[in-house]
């Protein structure tokens, strides 16, 4: 199996836990491991909308990156969708797996 798909499959696993704890409404990767470009020490890159309602500190934000980081066995980069400058944020949004 490939890596991603474990990772895809863990993620899925931890949606409910995320929509509790930390008010995820919708995850998903981008970035290398979806072009299956990702090498050794590859971060993975996760995108992340929270619900309207949530009021994450940064301190919360750094904790649910650390998290799954830590559930995953592979640094993660997460990023918020909500402050996805333009330019960028289409080319993410083109490349994204929603989980």
Do not use: T
């Amino acid at each position: 199996m490939k890596k991603i798909e474990k990772m895809k499959m863990k993620l899925e696993e931890l949606k409910p836990l995320l929509r509790e704890k930390f008010k995820v409404m919708s995850i998903g990767i981008f970035g290398s491991y979806v072009r299956g470009e990702e090498k050794r020490g590859s971060d993975l890159d996760v995108l992340v909308e929270f619900d309207e309602s949530a009021e994450l500190s940064l301190l919360d934000f750094i904790r649910l990156e650390n998290y799954l980081s830590e559930e995953l066995g592979v640094k993660v980069d997460l990023v918020e969708k909500s402050v996805l400058k333009p330019r960028i944020g289409k080319h993410i949004l083109e490349e994204v797996v929603n989980i």
